[in-house]
Each structure stands twice: as C-alpha cells, then as structure tokens.
C-alpha cells in the first residue's frame, strides 16, 4: 500500500513466532487494542485501514498525529 512503510504491512502479515524473533514482542491478536500514530496522521489513517482490512477490529489512529499532540501539550518549566 503506498504511503504505508513495508515494515508494517510485513509485520501484520507474519506468523507470531516470527513477530516475536523479530521484534521480541507478542503480536497482537486481531482482537487486541492497537493505536497507530504518525507526524500528522496520514500514516496512521493508513496503517488503520490495512490493519482493519486485514481483520484487525479494535484499531484506532490519532487522527491530528503528533503535530496536533504537540500543539496541546504544555510547554515545559525551565
């Protein structure tokens, strides 16, 4: 899918042994919680739909990105 990076669309399609060796973390089943995120939330967007599209259900992206974070956050005491 374009715009996505590889990495990911690799990483949803692996079986969990090879998640696991790959990045020493239980893959998320298709029913787990997972929010993805990116600088302005075009990524993310599409990195929902190919996890939906893959039967992902409980998906989720932060819409603003981090752009839209950072414009919230308080700014740090010195």
Same mark, same amino acid.
């Given at each position: 899918? $374009?715009?996505?990076? /590889?990495?990911? !669309? +690799? $990483?949803?399609?692996?079986?969990? @042994?090879? %998640?696991? +060796?790959?990045? /020493?973390?239980?893959?998320? $089943? #298709?029913?787990?919680? !997972? !929010?993805?995120?990116?600088? &302005? @939330? =075009?990524?993310?967007?599409?990195?929902?739909? %190919? $996890?939906?599209?893959? @039967? %992902?259900?409980? =998906?989720?992206?932060?819409? @603003?990105? %981090? +752009?839209?974070? &950072?414009?919230? +956050?308080?700014?740090? #005491?010195?």
């Amino acid at each position: 899918m $374009a715009g996505i990076r /590889n990495e990911l !669309v +690799e $990483a949803l399609q692996m079986s969990p @042994g090879d %998640f696991k +060796e790959q990045y /020493n973390q239980k893959m998320p $089943a #298709k029913s787990d919680r !997972v !929010v993805f995120t990116c600088l &302005a @939330g =075009v990524r993310s967007k599409q990195a929902l739909d %190919f $996890a939906m599209s893959l @039967g %992902f259900s409980r =998906v989720q992206h932060y819409a @603003g990105g %981090f +752009e839209e974070w &950072a414009k919230h +956050e308080p700014p740090e #005491k010195k």
